[in-house]
């Protein structure tokens, strides 16, 4: 573990903050502990013989003997390091991936009741072991633990276990997804899977009671059937060039192709729906050439285990890129040494094949088959859809049908980014960043109002504070930078949960990190301001705009000064303020709120440029000269513009001038800095929404893009599925609907429409209460509608908004 390492003598002087860090893990560990009864004299088990591999898949076995009656109400408890699968019997249960912080472990409870039978039961756990850090992976010991219990049955990892590894899956070393994500795979199907042996004394780890355990805090992801699918193109290959054997994406991307017809290629005269039982036979002349090539469009964005039904020679080679788009006029399997491509080698007859170790995402498989001696039938080649299985209890309608539509691929956006916790990009990276995670959590809170979910990803963030006060950049994750201002963003997220769903436990359980973060950046305050921490672990990013990425990191013995760093860190003050008061520490909430008008005032003196009528966004060493929006949307939020100045600031953002736009990431700053006026400029800000993601879906988007430029940004490797583009969702029910809390969990709100140039809107917003639903449409004389609320809820309007109808239910 890195915290048994010596400390740097840099870091020592945070010692007190280590601590704080050690006795919050012990008290963690003595309450996870009362869980382990679940797993009675289960032992964590891992072949000694195998060491610490890398990219490695094994299976273990367990036979469970159910008499008469018994079973019925059995159970799976399980923990494991990487990822698990359940088969019982040959019948695939379910599989899982822990987001654990070691030594700390999550565990599952699946039922599994019904898959036994009378008598003698074969149970198979698949484990896939990553052995290496990812950015939504920090490695522990390998192994598993595993114990089904239920009426008149029992059995545990341990002595009793099987075990083999997988003569199937290539272990080992070799191509990355992306340097955020762990092992492409190659499987061989045609090979033997090799003897069972059995788990002896010296492969035995701790006892569950030695170990700290906690369940799972949310649901599993739910894994669905496969979706629709169509070959929308087809063609011959060449020979293949020298990555063929090294590299399935290299040579998925450079490799010859030549398209034709359908016919041309397959046996049936056009291409059906699948999944087909009949299947599509390639037609002999196609397996007589180099290879050929289908590509399978999946209808839409998805997100889930790839999944194939073919009939083949053994032998026969099908590498499966999948993408996002085709704008290569092939799925890009390869992107600045990114590798979305994987390798199955046939066996012979009808084979069916699903990787349920990782998931991917995109629009399009593509299949180059080669190899084929007599004979190709494909009968599915697509995705087992997984996503977290929550409900859309969240509704919006507007008179103008494309803020509809940008409201219902807004909530598609986000659930394909929700799995074990929220996720920047499924197809990428598939890591979670608290910047990110704010706007995801904030649209969630109107799409779906479920807390678990949210609590779950800002708790696993929390884990990640490190001994300089900063928060990993991704969690659960170990890595080499971060970045500071998504610290401050996790903050205004915990400050967000308060509101939105009043949970007070997890505020208390947030609160210590809150203090942490807050306290080491008093210690390093300068002239009242906050300094850029200096060194390559801090990347001063703010937005992917120009100036903003943060490229030059700040050198040991500079001082500069972002107004964007200062400005988060005066909204953090305040949102920490309301979590400190909200568990009863109001004498600290003040401290932070009087210290955040401080900052907010320092701010405004130093940057403020009356000649550009604007804030620069950098000052002190090597600061260049520069002026952006998201400074003046920053510093509009944070309190730091005098009230004289802030229509004019709002006016000047919605119409074109000089300033570095933001970006779709931090849109959601700039949009509610404005709409914080009202009605002034509100009309704007929902036209600029309209346009802006709207241009998405005239451009064929089924989810939204990462970047306006989709993806051909980041050099051909831009996400087309990114959470922070789901914005919109929170926008529309906050202000356009207009139901925005005024009370923690909404046992107070407000209705209150802005302008938006719409005729009529109505909706639904989910509270911890209940559904508030609301329906308006626009008069002369302002809004005339009706709201129904929970009793539990107070109902505000605004002089504007005529209630035709109130109902209070419950």
Same mark, same amino acid.
């Not at 980014?417 to 890591?431: I, L, N």
């Not at 260049?624 to 004019?648: F, K, W, Y």
């Given at each position: 573990?890195?915290?048994?390492?010596?400390?740097?003598?840099?870091?020592?002087?945070?010692?007190?903050?280590?601590?704080?860090?050690?006795?919050?893990?012990?008290?963690? %560990?003595?309450?996870?502990?009362?869980?382990?009864?679940?797993?009675?004299?289960?032992?964590?088990?891992?072949?000694?013989?195998?060491?610490?591999?890398?990219?490695?898949?094994?299976?273990?076995?367990?036979?469970?003997?159910?008499?008469?009656?018994?079973?019925?109400?059995?159970?799976?408890?399980?923990?494991?390091?990487?990822?698990?699968?359940?088969?019982?019997?040959?019948?695939?249960?379910?599989?899982?991936?822990?987001?654990?912080?070691?030594?700390?472990?999550?565990?599952?409870?699946?039922?599994?009741?019904?898959?036994?039978?009378?008598?003698?039961?074969? =149970?198979?756990?698949?484990?896939?072991?990553?052995?290496?850090?990812?950015?939504?992976?920090?490695?522990?010991?390998?192994?598993?633990?595993?114990? /089904?219990?239920?009426?008149?049955?029992?059995?545990?990892?341990?002595?009793?276990?099987?075990?083999?590894?997988?003569?199937?899956?290539?272990?080992?070393?070799?191509?990355?997804?992306?340097?955020?994500?762990?092992?492409?795979?190659?499987?061989?199907? &045609?090979?033997?899977?090799?003897?069972?042996?059995? /788990?002896?004394?010296?492969?035995?780890?701790?006892?569950?009671?030695?170990?700290?355990?906690?369940?799972?805090?949310?649901?599993?992801?739910?894994?669905?059937?496969?979706?629709?699918?169509?070959?929308?193109?087809?063609?011959?290959?060449?020979?293949?060039?020298?990555?063929?054997?090294?590299?399935?994406?290299?040579?998925?991307?450079?490799?010859?192709?030549?398209?034709?017809?359908?016919?041309?290629?397959?046996?049936?005269?056009?291409?059906?729906?699948?999944?087909?039982?009949?299947?599509?036979?390639?037609?002999?002349?196609?397996?007589?050439?180099?290879?050929?090539?289908?590509?399978?469009?999946?209808?839409?964005? #998805?997100?889930?285990?790839?999944?194939?039904?073919?009939?083949?020679?053994?032998?026969?080679?099908?590498?499966?890129?999948?993408?996002?788009?085709?704008?290569?006029?092939?799925?890009?399997?390869?992107?600045?040494?990114?590798?979305?491509?994987? !390798?199955?080698?046939?066996?012979?007859?009808?084979?069916?094949?699903?990787?349920?170790? !990782?998931?991917?995402?995109?629009?399009?498989?593509?299949?180059?088959?080669?190899?084929?001696?007599? !004979?190709?039938?494909?009968?599915?080649?697509?995705?087992?859809?997984?996503?977290?299985?929550?409900?859309?209890?969240?509704?919006?309608?507007?008179?103008?049908?494309?803020?509809?539509? /940008?409201? &219902?691929?807004?909530?598609?956006?986000?659930?394909?980014?929700?799995?074990?916790?929220?996720?920047?990009?499924?197809?990428?990276?598939?890591?979670?960043?608290?910047?990110?995670?704010?706007?995801?959590?904030?649209?969630?809170?109107?799409?779906?109002? #479920?807390?678990?979910?949210?609590?779950?990803?800002?708790?696993?963030?929390?884990?990640?504070?490190?001994?300089?006060?900063?928060? #990993?950049?991704?969690?659960?994750?170990?890595?080499?930078?971060?970045?500071?201002?998504?610290?401050?963003?996790?903050?205004?997220?915990?400050?967000?949960?308060?509101?939105?769903?009043?949970?007070?436990?997890?505020?208390?359980?947030?609160?210590?990190?809150?203090?942490?973060?807050?306290?080491?950046?008093?210690?390093?305050?300068?002239?009242?301001?906050?300094?850029?921490?200096?060194?390559?672990?801090?990347?001063?990013?703010?937005?992917?705009?120009?100036?903003?990425?943060?490229?030059?990191?700040?050198?040991?013995?500079?001082?500069?000064?972002?107004?964007?760093?200062?400005?988060?860190?005066?909204?953090?003050?305040?949102?920490?303020?309301?979590?400190?008061?909200?568990?009863?520490?109001?004498?600290?909430?003040? !401290?932070?709120?009087?210290?955040?008008?401080?900052?907010?005032?320092?701010?405004?003196?130093?940057?403020?440029?009356?000649?550009?009528?604007?804030?620069?966004?950098?000052?002190?060493?090597?600061?260049?000269?520069?002026?952006?929006?998201?400074?003046?949307?920053?510093?509009?939020?944070?309190?730091?513009?005098?009230?004289?100045?802030?229509?004019?600031?709002?006016?000047?953002?919605?119409?074109?001038?000089?300033?570095?736009?933001?970006?779709?990431?931090?849109?959601?700053?700039?949009?509610?800095?404005?709409?914080?006026?009202?009605?002034?400029?509100?009309?704007?800000? =929902?036209?600029? =929404?309209?346009?802006?993601?709207?241009?998405?879906?005239?451009?064929?988007?089924?989810?939204?893009?990462? %970047?306006?430029?989709?993806?051909?940004?980041?050099?051909?490797?831009?996400?087309?599925?990114?959470?922070? &583009?789901?914005?919109?969702?929170?926008?529309?029910?906050?202000?356009?609907?207009?139901?925005?809390?005024?009370?923690?969990?909404?046992?107070?709100?407000?209705?209150?429409?802005?302008?938006?140039?719409?005729?009529?809107?109505?909706?639904?917003?989910?509270?911890?209460?209940?559904?508030?639903?609301?329906?308006?449409?626009?008069?002369?004389?302002?809004?005339?509608?009706?709201?129904?609320?929970?009793?539990?809820?107070?109902?505000?309007?605004?002089?504007?908004?005529?209630?035709?109808?109130?109902?209070?239910?419950?």
């Amino acid at each position: 573990m890195s915290s048994e390492r010596p400390l740097p003598a840099s870091l020592l002087r945070h010692r007190g903050l280590l601590d704080f860090i050690r006795t919050l893990l012990i008290a963690k %560990t003595m309450t996870q502990n009362k869980h382990v009864s679940s797993f009675g004299d289960a032992r964590w088990i891992w072949p000694s013989s195998l060491g610490r591999p890398v990219n490695h898949t094994l299976e273990f076995r367990q036979t469970v003997v159910c008499g008469p009656g018994a079973g019925a109400d059995a159970r799976l408890f399980i923990a494991a390091d990487t990822v698990y699968a359940i088969w019982i019997n040959g019948e695939f249960i379910d599989s899982g991936r822990c987001p654990d912080v070691p030594p700390e472990r999550t565990f599952d409870a699946i039922p599994v009741g019904a898959a036994l039978k009378r008598g003698r039961n074969e =149970v198979v756990v698949g484990l896939y072991v990553q052995g290496v850090g990812s950015f939504q992976h920090l490695p522990g010991d390998p192994g598993l633990i595993f114990a /089904i219990r239920g009426r008149g049955v029992a059995a545990f990892s341990g002595l009793g276990t099987s075990w083999r590894t997988s003569a199937n899956y290539r272990a080992g070393e070799m191509p990355r997804i992306s340097s955020q994500l762990g092992f492409s795979f190659e499987y061989d199907a &045609s090979r033997d899977p090799g003897p069972w042996r059995k /788990i002896g004394a010296k492969d035995l780890g701790p006892y569950a009671a030695a170990m700290s355990l906690a369940p799972r805090p949310i649901a599993r992801t739910a894994i669905g059937e496969p979706v629709d699918v169509r070959i929308v193109a087809q063609g011959l290959l060449g020979p293949a060039g020298d990555d063929y054997q090294a590299s399935p994406s290299r040579a998925m991307q450079h490799d010859p192709m030549a398209a034709r017809t359908f016919d041309k290629i397959f046996v049936a005269p056009a291409a059906p729906e699948l999944p087909s039982e009949d299947g599509l036979a390639v037609k002999a002349g196609a397996l007589a050439e180099d290879g050929f090539y289908m590509v399978v469009d999946l209808g839409r964005e #998805e997100a889930g285990f790839a999944t194939f039904d073919f009939e083949a020679d053994a032998g026969t080679v099908v590498d499966i890129g999948h993408g996002e788009h085709l704008n290569d006029l092939r799925v890009r399997a390869f992107v600045g040494n990114r590798n979305f491509a994987s !390798r199955y080698i046939c066996r012979e007859g009808r084979q069916t094949f699903t990787h349920i170790y !990782r998931r991917m995402a995109g629009r399009y498989l593509q299949l180059n088959v080669r190899n084929a001696k007599t !004979r190709f039938t494909l009968h599915y080649a697509g995705l087992l859809p997984a996503l977290y299985p929550v409900v859309e209890s969240g509704a919006f309608a507007a008179s103008d049908r494309v803020l509809d539509a /940008i409201h &219902s691929t807004a909530v598609r956006t986000l659930r394909l980014c929700m799995h074990e916790h929220y996720e920047d990009c499924p197809w990428r990276e598939q890591a979670m960043y608290a910047n990110d995670s704010r706007n995801q959590a904030l649209a969630g809170y109107y799409a779906f109002g #479920e807390g678990a979910f949210p609590a779950a990803a800002l708790t696993l963030l929390g884990k990640g504070l490190k001994p300089d006060g900063w928060l #990993e950049m991704c969690m659960p994750a170990s890595i080499a930078i971060t970045i500071p201002s998504f610290t401050f963003a996790w903050i205004l997220a915990v400050g967000d949960h308060w509101m939105h769903r009043g949970d007070r436990a997890f505020a208390k359980r947030a609160l210590p990190i809150v203090r942490a973060v807050i306290e080491a950046r008093e210690r390093e305050l300068l002239d009242g301001l906050l300094p850029c921490p200096p060194g390559q672990r801090y990347w001063q990013f703010y937005d992917w705009a120009p100036g903003l990425e943060g490229h030059e990191r700040i050198q040991p013995g500079e001082v500069r000064y972002d107004a964007p760093l200062n400005l988060f860190f005066a909204m953090a003050l305040r949102a920490g303020a309301t979590v400190a008061a909200a568990c009863g520490s109001r004498g600290e909430a003040a !401290r932070w709120n009087a210290l955040a008008d401080s900052v907010a005032r320092l701010v405004h003196r130093k940057y403020w440029v009356p000649v550009a009528k604007a804030y620069h966004t950098y000052a002190g060493d090597r600061a260049p000269e520069h002026i952006c929006e998201l400074t003046q949307a920053l510093a509009l939020l944070s309190g730091a513009v005098p009230a004289a100045l802030r229509d004019m600031l709002r006016q000047r953002l919605v119409e074109p001038t000089s300033w570095v736009e933001t970006t779709l990431s931090q849109s959601l700053y700039k949009y509610e800095s404005v709409l914080g006026g009202g009605d002034a400029h509100s009309r704007a800000v =929902v036209e600029a =929404v309209a346009a802006e993601w709207g241009a998405m879906l005239r451009k064929g988007a089924t989810s939204f893009w990462e %970047t306006r430029l989709g993806g051909e940004d980041f050099d051909g490797g831009g996400s087309q599925c990114h959470g922070w &583009s789901a914005t919109p969702a929170y926008l529309f029910g906050a202000y356009v609907l207009g139901v925005r809390p005024l009370e923690p969990g909404f046992a107070a709100f407000r209705v209150e429409p802005l302008d938006s140039g719409q005729e009529s809107a109505s909706g639904t917003v989910p509270t911890p209460h209940g559904p508030i639903a609301v329906a308006w449409r626009r008069t002369a004389r302002g809004y005339e509608g009706t709201v129904t609320h929970p009793a539990a809820c107070r109902c505000e309007t605004t002089a504007n908004f005529k209630r035709i109808a109130t109902k209070a239910i419950g």
